[in-house]
C-alpha cells in the first residue's frame, strides 16, 4: 500500500515536472527582466497567462505584479478576453494563497493596483456575487490591505483602505449607518487568523512607524487590540530596543553632513515635509547613502507620535493588586542552602512601563510618567518589583536618573521588597540580568569597577538600615554581592597583574632607550665631552623630550610595580587600583609620545644642514600623528582619556574649597575695609 502511494507521488512529481517545463522559458524571461521576449510569447499563447509558471504556483502575473512593470501587466490582462478567465486570474492564490493583489501589497507599486482595481470594476458589472480581490485572505489569514501596512507602504494603505469604504452597497444609506457599515468593513481588515495580530501590531513589529502613526489616528481603537498571547501594541514596542536608535547617528560622517545641510530642527522639519527643496543641498540628498538618512530620521519622528499617542491610549498601569508585601527583617525565616533562585519574570503579565524599563527604552517611560504620572508606583504582578526594582537589576542608568531626580518618587519606591525578599541593593548585587550591551569596560578590573560604583548609587537613595536586610535566601546585599562575582575579582586579579607586568615591562624598556640617549647625543661629542650641536634649538628640544620621557617612563613604572605590591581585594577596585592603572597608562603614553619626539628631533639635528632638511622635516611631523593614532587605539590612551577624566572630578571639590576660602578671605578683607 505504501508503494503505491509512493508511485502515485512520483508519478504526480514527473506530471508537475513536465508541465512547468514548458514554461521555463517565461520564467527565465521574467526572473532576468526581457519583457519583449515574453510579450511574444504570451501574445501567441494567451492561454498560457492563466496557467502556473513557478514551483509556488505563481501566475505570470504574479511576477509581473512584483516586478513592477506596469505596461507589462496591462497587456497580459488584455490578452484574457473572456471574463471568466479574467476572474480566475485576478481571484487565484498561489501555494501562499496570495493573489495577485497580495504581490503588489507587498511590491508598493499604487499605480499598478489603480490597473488592477479598474479591470476588477469591469469584471464587477457581470459578476456581482464573487468575492472581491479585497477581501481575499492568504494561508494566514491576511487581505491586502494588511499585507501592505506588513510591509509599510502608507499610500498604498491609504488607497486600499479608500476602496473598501466605498463600496457600492453602501452609497444609498444615511451618513451614520454609511460609517458604522464603514467600521464594519474594515475591522475584516484589522486582525489577521493565524496569530491575531492587528493590523497596527504588525505595522509596529516591522517598524514601519509612518504606516502604523497613520493607521492609529484613522482608527484610535486598534491602539489596545491584542494578540494571540495577550500583547497591546505598547507592550510589544516597549520590547524594541534597536527601534529607538537612529543607526545615522553612530556614523560621523552622516552626523557631519546632516549638520552641515540642515543646522536646526526646522529645518529638519521643512526637509521632512517639504522634500522638494531648491538649494544645493537637494543634489547631496539624492544620494543613496543621505536619502536612506533622511528616511530613518522621519521614519524615527514617526515613533515619537507614535509612542505618545500609543501612551495616551495605555491603561494597563491603573490596576495594581497588592497581596502578599514583604517587610525588612535582619533573620530570614526560610534560610535555605540552596542557591538563590529569582522569581522568573513574564514578559506576558508586564505592562508596557515595565517592559520599557527592562529593555531600557528610556523614551517610553519618559512619556509614559509624563501623562500617566501615578503608573510609577505599579508593582509587576509576577515578583512585585517596581520600575526602580528593574531599573537597577539591569542596569539602566538613565531610566534610574530619571527616577532619582524626585526624592519624593525614589524615597517611595527604594524601600519596596519584591517577592524573593530582595532589596533594590539585592537587584544591585545580581549579575545574572546584566545585559550584555551594557558591558562597555575595556577590561574585567574596570567592569569590577563599574559593579562596585553601581552599589554604591543605589546605597545613596535606599535607607541606611537596608542593608543588613536578608533576602529569602539569608543574604544580606553586600554577601550576595561577593558571592555573585567571586568569579569576576578572580578574572580582574588575573587581569590587573598580566596588565602591570607587561606595561612595566614596556615602560622598562622605554627609560633604558631614553636613559641610553641622554648620553648618546646626536653628531657626538668633542674633546671635552661636550656635545657638538648644542647650541642647536633642535638639541634643547631633544634633551627636554628625552629628559620627560625618562621621568615619565620611571614614573609609570614604579606605579605599576606598586599595582603588582598591592593586596587586590573588593574595595581596592572601587577607587584605588583602577586610578593607579590608568595614571599608570596615562604616564606611559606620555613617555611613548616623549621618545618620538626625542627621536624626531634627533633625526632633524642630523640632517637639518642638508639641502633636504625641509623635505624630511615634513615627512616626520606628517608620521608623527600617524604614529599618535596608532597608540589611540590601544588602552594607554584610553587610560590617559579616563585618567584626565577622574583627575578632573576628583578635583572639582578642592577647587571649590579653594574658591570658597578666597572668596570668604576677600569678603573678610572687605569687611575690614569698610570698618
Known amino acids: 500500500m505504501e508503494d503505491m502511494e509512493e508511485m502515485e507521488e512520483i508519478e504526480e512529481d514527473v506530471f508537475i515536472g513536465k508541465a512547468l517545463r514548458q514554461s521555463q522559458k517565461p520564467y527565465k524571461w521574467a526572473m532576468y527582466g526581457e519583457w519583449e521576449p515574453l510579450k511574444e510569447f504570451y501574445k501567441k499563447k494567451p492561454d498560457e497567462v492563466v496557467r502556473q509558471l513557478s514551483t509556488n504556483n505563481d501566475t505570470v502575473l504574479h511576477v509581473v505584479a512584483v516586478a513592477g512593470h506596469n505596461d507589462v501587466l496591462q497587456f497580459l490582462i488584455d490578452l484574457i478576453k473572456e471574463p471568466n478567465k479574467l476572474l480566475y486570474a485576478f481571484t487565484t492564490g498561489n501555494s501562499y494563497g496570495n493573489t495577485i493583489l497580495h504581490e503588489m501589497a507587498a511590491s508598493g507599486n499604487l499605480e499598478a493596483t489603480v490597473i488592477l482595481m479598474s479591470e476588477e470594476n469591469k469584471v464587477k458589472e457581470k459578476y456581482r456575487s464573487y468575492k472581491i480581490m479585497l477581501e481575499i ?3 494566514l489569514g491576511e487581505t491586502p490591505l494588511y499585507r501592505a501596512a506588513a510591509f509599510g507602504h502608507t499610500n498604498l494603505v491609504k488607497y486600499l483602505a479608500s476602496q473598501v469604504k466605498l463600496q457600492p452597497q453602501q452609497q444609498d444609506i444615511e451618513q451614520q449607518d454609511i460609517e458604522k457599515q464603514q467600521e464594519e468593513a474594515m475591522e475584516y481588515h484589522f486582525n489577521r487568523n493565524h496569530d491575531n495580530l492587528s493590523i497596527l501590531q504588525i505595522a509596529v513589529i516591522s517598524q514601519h512607524f509612518e504606516t502604523a502613526l497613520w493607521l492609529l489616528k484613522e482608527y484610535p481603537n486598534l491602539a489596545n487590540r491584542k494578540e494571540s ?14 527601534a529607538f536608535e537612529a543607526k545615522f547617528c553612530k556614523n560621523i560622517w552622516k552626523m557631519l553632513i546632516y549638520k552641515w545641510i540642515y543646522p536646526s530642527t526646522d529645518d529638519l522639519k521643512s526637509r521632512i515635509n517639504e522634500p522638494s527643496q531648491s538649494s544645493c543641498s537637494q543634489n547631496i540628498t539624492r544620494w543613496r547613502p543621505i536619502r536612506d538618512m533622511f528616511d530613518e530620521i522621519k521614519n524615527q519622528k514617526c515613533l515619537s507620535s507614535l509612542t505618545r499617542m500609543l501612551v495616551e491610549e495605555d491603561y494597563s498601569w491603573a490596576v495594581n493588586i497588592t497581596t502578599d508585601i514583604n517587610t525588612f527583617t535582619l533573620v530570614c525565616p526560610n534560610k535555605s542552602d540552596d542557591p538563590p533562585q529569582q522569581t522568573s519574570e513574564s514578559t506576558l503579565k508586564q505592562t508596557p512601563l515595565h517592559i520599557a524599563t527592562r529593555m531600557g ?16 508606583e505599579v508593582l509587576d504582578p509576577v515578583t512585585r518589583q517596581n520600575i526602580l526594582h528593574m531599573a537597577i537589576k539591569y542596569r539602566r542608568l538613565a531610566i534610574f536618573n530619571m527616577l532619582k531626580r524626585s526624592k519624593s518618587i525614589t524615597s517611595r519606591l527604594a524601600y519596596r521588597i519584591d517577592t524573593d525578599g530582595n532589596t533594590i541593593l539585592h537587584h ?18 574596570f567592569q569590577l569597577q ?59 624598556l622605554v627609560a633604558t632607550v631614553a636613559y641610553a640617549a641622554a648620553f648618546t647625543a646626536p653628531g657626538g661629542n ?25 621621568i615619565f617612563s620611571l614614573t609609570s613604572l614604579c606605579t605599576f610595580l606598586s599595582i603588582l605590591t598591592s593586596p587586590i581585594e573588593y574595595k581596592n577596585f572601587h577607587h584605588s587600583l583602577p586610578f593607579r592603572l590608568h595614571l599608570g597608562f596615562a604616564l606611559l603614553f606620555f613617555s611613548l609620545v616623549s621618545t618620538m619626539l626625542t627621536f624626531t628631533a634627533a633625526v632633524v639635528l642630523l640632517i637639518h644642514h642638508q639641502k633636504m632638511w625641509t623635505t624630511s622635516l615634513i615627512y616626520v611631523v606628517a608620521l608623527l600623528p600617524v604614529s599618535v593614532f596608532g597608540l589611540s ?8 582619556r579616563q585618567c584626565v577624566k577622574y583627575i578632573s572630578k ?26
Open 137 to 139: 485572505q492568504n494561508t
Open 229 to 242: 498571547n495577550g500583547l497591546t501594541s505598547l507592550q510589544l514596542l516597549a520590547q524594541m530596543p534597536y
Open 361 to 376: 527604552i528610556s523614551k517610553i517611560v519618559k512619556k509614559m510618567l509624563e501623562s500617566h504620572p501615578q503608573a510609577v
Open 428 to 445: 544591585a548585587a545580581y549579575v545574572s540580568s546584566y545585559p550584555v550591551d551594557a558591558q562597555g569596560s575595556i577590561g574585567p578590573a
Open 450 to 508: 563599574e559593579e562596585l560604583h553601581w552599589m554604591a548609587r543605589v546605597k545613596k537613595i535606599i535607607p541606611s538600615h537596608y542593608a543588613m536586610h536578608q533576602n529569602n535566601q539569608g543574604l544580606t546585599a553586600q554577601k550576595l554581592f561577593e558571592k555573585e562575582h567571586a568569579n569576576d575579582l578572580k578574572l580582574a586579579k588575573g587581569w590587573i597583574k598580566e596588565t602591570a607586568q607587561s606595561c612595566s615591562t614596556v615602560a622598562a
Open 526 to 550: 668633542d674633546n671635552y665631552g661636550v656635545p657638538v650641536l648644542r647650541h642647536s634649538t633642535f638639541f634643547v628640544t631633544f634633551a627636554v623630550s628625552d629628559i620627560i620621557s625618562l
Open 633 to 640: 587605539q590601544f588602552p594607554l590612551y584610553e587610560g590617559f
Open 650 to 675: 576628583e578635583m572639582k571639590p578642592i577647587i571649590s574649597s579653594i574658591r570658597g576660602v578666597f572668596g570668604f578671605s576677600q569678603s573678610l578683607k572687605a569687611r575690614n575695609t569698610i570698618f
